[in-house]
């Protein structure tokens, strides 16, 4: 005789499958046990290495702060050469060093362009040329710093056309800078040593129109006349 077969109910076959997830569950831990283990200790130690490398950079770039502030009371005096190597008999390592042993943090990235400077008063160009291309800080103050010192290096080296591209190129790293007064002027000057009057007459009469107050802006007459 063929019994009826028996209807099971939603509650039976929710846990039914229920057991069976777990049993599948339970048998792709017992197979992958030591991969699942071994991926977790890697994703552990690379929470760790990541924390540690963090937690790192920050204390490197307030110690760096603590020696960029001693070495700039050198640098605001003048004292350029004393400012780069530091002082001897006391705790001011200098913007040299502080650029080597802290280079990748803030700090340190922003001693490398009052480093450039000090070579640069200095009259040792290479060196200071040497130092703004290296900045690679997010400041964007300290990066139109870094390439106006590159201008300032062409433009010594009587290679205006690309004194002036540059100066042109810190003025456009933002529009929240008191000095794109001083790099436009700077910029329509090489132009005109570069023979490029009409470019160099552009930015004088934008300097006159949107920056009339700025010290570029009270000197600018004197070279529209040049370009008129």
């Known amino acids: ?38 991926y977790g200790v890697v994703v552990v130690v ?61 700090n340190g990235e922003s001693a490398k362009i009052f480093l450039a400077n000090s070579y640069s008063f200095l009259g040792n160009y290479e060196e200071a040329l040497k130092y703004y291309e290296d900045y690679s800080g997010s400041i964007d103050y300290f990066k139109a710093a870094a390439i106006s010192g590159r201008a300032g290096y062409y433009a010594s080296n009587n290679d205006y056309e690309e004194a002036a591209d540059l100066y042109l190129e810190a003025a456009g790293v933002t529009e929240v800078n008191a000095q794109n007064p001083e790099y436009l002027l700077n910029a329509g000057i090489n132009l005109l040593k570069a023979g490029n009057k009409k470019e160099a007459k552009t930015l004088f009469e934008t300097i006159r129109e949107k920056y009339s107050t700025s010290l570029a802006g009270r000197e600018i007459s004197k070279y529209l006349a040049l370009v008129n």
Do not use: H
């Open 1 to 38: 005789m063929i019994k009826k077969k028996r209807k099971f109910s939603k509650k039976e076959i929710k846990e039914d499958k229920l057991v069976s997830f777990v049993y599948k569950a339970q048998s792709f831990y017992e197979d992958y046990k030591n991969k699942i283990f071994t």
């Open 46 to 106: 690379a929470v760790a290495a990541a924390y540690f490398y963090v937690n790192q950079k920050r204390t490197d770039n307030e110690n760096a702060g603590v020696e960029l502030s001693r070495a700039m009371m050198l640098y605001d005096q003048g004292a350029y050469l004393q400012a780069i190597e530091g002082q001897q008999g006391t705790n001011i390592i200098g913007l040299k060093k502080i650029s080597e042993e802290y280079g990748g943090t803030e």
